[in-house]
């Protein structure tokens, strides 16, 4: 059962995170300080076939050599966030998808994955669970390989903790 909710939340995920699919565009304060992992939040709200998604984008700079970013998407479906910490080559890699403005869509496979507990240890770990084929600029593909993937990014469903601080 843990392992469909961890498959389904990363789809979830991989369809808001980044929901534009079409077209991924960041704005150029964002872009100029992730280059450098500078601090930096951002709020963005967009439109995706008659749902409204809220999303904000927090780069909190480097620690323990990984540049730490967390996004926090909100919408009638419910809330997510995303922890991730990214290498000094990804946050590269991120930053020249994000200079490219062009609107012309790439196709990509997506490795989905699902948790798991280790019988021995207790502790979380991910397997391959899968792959789904997406189709959109170079932002959105380089954003959804690295937000997709727990080793990079982790996934929470926030939804329930939204709704116990709105009932107290």
């Given at each position: 059962?843990?392992?469909?909710?961890?498959?389904?939340?990363?789809?979830?995920?991989?369809?808001?995170?980044?929901?534009?699919?079409?077209?991924?565009?960041?704005?150029?304060?964002?872009?100029?300080h992730?280059?450098?992992?500078?601090?930096?939040?951002?709020?963005?709200?967009?439109?995706?076939?008659?749902?409204?998604?809220?999303?904000?984008?927090?780069?909190?700079?480097?620690?323990?050599?990984?540049?730490?970013?967390?996004?926090t998407i909100?919408?009638?479906?419910?809330?997510?966030?995303?922890?991730?910490?990214?290498?000094?080559?990804?946050?590269?890699?991120?930053?020249?998808?994000?200079?490219?403005?062009?609107?012309?869509?790439?196709?990509?496979?997506?490795?989905?994955y699902?948790?798991?507990?280790?019988?021995?240890?207790?502790?979380?770990e991910?397997?391959?669970?899968?792959?789904?084929?997406?189709?959109?600029?170079?932002?959105?593909?380089?954003?959804?390989?690295?937000?997709?993937?727990?080793?990079?990014?982790?996934?929470?469903?926030?939804?329930?903790?939204?709704n116990?601080?709105?009932?107290?």
């Open positions: 059962m843990k392992k469909i909710i961890s498959a389904l939340l990363a789809v979830l995920i991989c369809t808001s995170a980044v929901f534009a699919a079409e077209y991924t565009k960041f704005s150029r304060k964002f872009i100029r992730i280059k450098d992992c500078d601090a930096y939040e951002e709020t963005v709200t967009s439109v995706f076939e008659d749902e409204t998604f809220k999303t904000t984008r927090k780069i909190h700079g480097w620690k323990n050599g990984f540049c730490r970013y967390s996004e909100i919408s009638a479906r419910g809330a997510y966030k995303l922890d991730c910490g990214f290498t000094e080559i990804q946050l590269d890699d991120l930053y020249e998808a994000m200079k490219d403005r062009s609107k012309k869509a790439e196709k990509y496979t997506l490795d989905i699902s948790e798991i507990k280790n019988p021995k240890t207790g502790e979380t991910y397997i391959k669970d899968g792959t789904t084929e997406i189709k959109g600029n170079k932002s959105y593909v380089v954003w959804a390989k690295y937000q997709n993937n727990p080793f990079f990014c982790k996934p929470s469903d926030i939804s329930t903790e939204k116990k601080v709105n009932q107290k």
